[in-house]
Structures are given as C-alpha cells and as structure tokens.
C-alpha cells in the first residue's frame, strides 16, 4: 500500500503515508472493543462507585 501511496500524487495523496493506515486502524479498534468480553461484576461495581462519588 505505501508504495502504490507513493507513487500517487496530487490532491489526497499529498498527505503523509501515516494517513492511509488512520481510517482502518481506527475501525479495526473499534471493532475490536464491540467484540470483547464484559468487564467482571467487580469492576463494574468500582466503576459505579466513583462514578456515584464524582
């Protein structure tokens, strides 16, 4: 991918090549967080507990 980037030019491919990764990376993170497990009871309870103190 960074090599056909590079050989692009004009417009959008004038941004730098870290750019094409930030859209995927950010979907592949959330996707990633919608997919994991539910916290345990415990922490589920302390969470509430400062959440109520704050």
Known sequence: MVILWKQ???GIFD???IVQR???SSIVILLRTR??????QEMQEK????????
């Open 47 to 54: 969470f509430d507990r400062v959440q109520q103190s704050a």
């Open 35 to 40: 997919m994991d497990r539910e916290p345990a």
């Open 22 to 24: 930030f859209i995927p």
């Open 15 to 17: 941004l730098y090549e």
């Open 8 to 10: 692009l030019s004009g």
